[in-house]
């Protein structure tokens, strides 16, 4: 399957401040996902990491609060801005199109986020 | 996206076949059945995935009912390392592969000596 790795692997964050994760793919995907899976919960689709153009956004996030990029076909950023306590959560990366097994999606490790 | 429904959870004896139900009575032609588990604290791991033939994997088998409203993951031989929590996802099928998996609230299944 495609190696996703995610810096940082946890973090924790004082109220107000910014933190940006990093989603980095072994191969080229063409579909990048983030998620969010708050405390005792199952997982919530942030957006959508289009390459190239901005990233779509579910219903109830916005890209103030939860900025993307995605600058070429294995990198993406998720920042969380201005964190509260509610942001504690594990962040993950996800992805598709992998060559070998193109309809497959395949999520990273995660990211957990303590906001103090 | 079709919704499905699950049982909130099941238990299953080790060495014997765990079977786990899910319904998608509103699921479309062009929509995928996937199946998920996560393990405590670890990334969603993919299981398998079908569209209207039953499939088999060296982890598990689907099996689709023909009017494709409900389908069944079985894990041949349960170990206490398949204790989990199971989704099953209803994807739409694209030309251009895409169509979003959006996870319910899944089965946690506990494999138990």
């Known amino acids: 399957s495609a190696v996703i790795s995610q810096k940082p692997s946890r973090d924790i964050c004082q109220r107000g401040t910014s933190l940006t994760i990093q989603c980095q793919v072994d191969s080229q995907v063409t579909m990048m996902f983030w998620y969010r899976q708050q405390p005792g919960q199952s997982l919530t689709l942030i957006a959508t990491a289009n390459q190239g153009s901005e990233a779509t956004y579910e219903s109830g996030f916005v890209i103030d609060k939860f900025p993307i990029s995605r600058p070429n076909l294995t990198f993406s950023t998720l920042t969380v801005s201005n964190m509260s306590p509610e942001d504690s959560s594990i962040y993950l990366c996800?992805?598709?199109?992998?060559?070998?097994?193109?309809?497959?999606?395949?999520f990273g490790p995660g990211t957990r986020l303590t906001v103090l | 996206d079709a919704k499905t429904t699950q049982p909130t959870s099941m238990d299953c004896a080790e060495g014997r076949a765990a079977n786990l139900p899910c319904n998608h009575s509103?699921?479309?032609?062009?929509?995928?059945v996937y199946w998920y588990r996560q393990i405590h604290s670890q990334g969603p791991q993919y299981i398998i995935h079908?569209?209207?033939n039953n499939e088999t994997n060296e982890m598990a088998s689907l099996i689709i009912t023909e009017d494709r409203k409900s389908s069944t993951l079985i894990l041949p031989h349960a170990t206490l390392r398949d204790t989990a929590v199971y989704y099953c996802?209803?994807?739409?099928?694209?030309?251009?592969?895409?169509?979003?998996?959006?996870f319910g609230q899944g089965t946690t299944l506990q494999v138990k000596p």
């Open positions: 079908g569209l209207k």
């Open positions: 509103t699921i479309s032609g062009n929509e995928y």
């Open positions: 996802i209803v994807r739409v099928k694209t030309y251009s592969n895409t169509g979003k998996l959006i």
């Open positions: 996800s992805v598709r199109g992998w060559s070998q097994r193109y309809n497959e999606q395949f």
